[in-house]
């Protein structure tokens, strides 16, 4: 694969200011209705709701925020002091009422029309997917945490949604962009906007309150040769992390969905050493994804 010029978090961060101005992840307008009929239900329970509220991405990464802030931190049952990355955790400890009242807060805060709302359906329908395959392969494959696996599949393309909201033609950016088997796909986003999805996505993730290195993760989940290239990074944890998201990725096809193309080149690309940093030949994978589909 050719050598990319990797972009610092800082230095891809120099437009966002403007570009997040105002700007939240909206909810999926369907899923803020059921929350509020879940509620009403008198036999409804606390996983009930959470069945629904870890479908969506502003809706999750919101309660996240919520139950992480600093004035409920010190008031929550969490002896560890780590954040909390599990949705049903979040909603024990705000309550179903505060889970309502924050879903349909942002709700209003981001009124959709139905162009919009049908515009955006495939990277919520995509968010969702990739979150449970990751969740799915981190129990499989004995690594990592599910609940921050799930949280990482979920909310990693948080910033596909909000360059779509401001960029007209970012989803055919976003096609050229899968079409290179050289390039990083944030450098044609770079190209034409001059930041792209996975910096903007940091961004919203640090003010969700994620963990720093989700937050990495999310910014650097296009930089391949960080993690499994000549100088990668030494740290399992994380390359644990970045093999399950790649691994979610192949599997719920997001080369085809958003990218329109019918072969994954970020897989060609580093397939074969995610494989071998979790122990899989190419049959065992391809078993695992009958498995898991």
């Not at 050719?2 to 105002?22: D, P, R």
């Not at 044609?188 to 937050?215: D, M, Q």
């Not at 074969?272 to 190419?282: F, N, R, V």
Request: net charge negative; charged share 20%; hydrophobic share 40%.
């Amino acid at each position: 694969m050719a050598s990319q010029k990797q972009e610092t978090i800082e230095e891809s961060l120099i437009n966002i200011g403007t570009l997040v101005h105002g700007i939240s992840v909206p909810p999926q307008p369907q899923l803020v209705a059921d929350l509020v009929i879940e509620q009403l239900d008198p036999f409804s329970t606390e996983t009930d709701i959470a069945k629904i509220a870890r479908k969506d991405i502003g809706i999750a990464g919101s309660l996240l925020k919520a139950v992480n802030s600093k004035p409920f931190i010190s008031t929550r049952n969490n002896q560890t002091n780590k954040p909390i990355l599990s949705i049903e955790l979040a909603i024990n400890l705000l309550g179903i009422s505060t889970v309502v009242d924050i879903a349909n807060a942002i709700a209003q805060r981001n009124a959709l029309d139905d162009d919009t709302i049908i515009s955006l359906t495939t990277f919520w329908d995509l968010a969702i997917d990739t979150a449970q395959f990751c969740e799915k392969l981190s129990v499989h494959l004995n690594v990592s945490n599910p609940d921050e696996a799930y949280a990482l599949g979920l909310l990693h393309n948080c910033g596909l949604l909000l360059m779509k909201l401001r960029f007209e033609d970012f989803e055919a950016v976003l096609e050229e962009a899968y079409q290179f088997n050289d390039k990083r796909i944030v450098d044609t986003e770079n190209r034409y906007f001059k930041t792209n999805h996975a910096v903007l996505g940091y961004y919203v993730a640090k003010s969700w309150k994620l963990p720093e290195h989700l937050c990495t993760l999310i910014a650097e989940h296009h930089n391949i040769d960080k993690y499994f290239g000549s100088n990668a990074i030494n740290n399992q944890e994380q390359k644990d992390l970045f093999a399950i998201l790649k691994m979610a990725e192949h599997l719920s096809y997001s080369y085809s969905i958003i990218g329109k193309q019918n072969l994954d080149y970020e897989w060609e690309n580093i397939g074969t050493a995610i494989l071998d940093h979790t122990g899989l030949s190419d049959d065992d994978f391809n078993a695992l994804e009958e498995q898991l589909i």
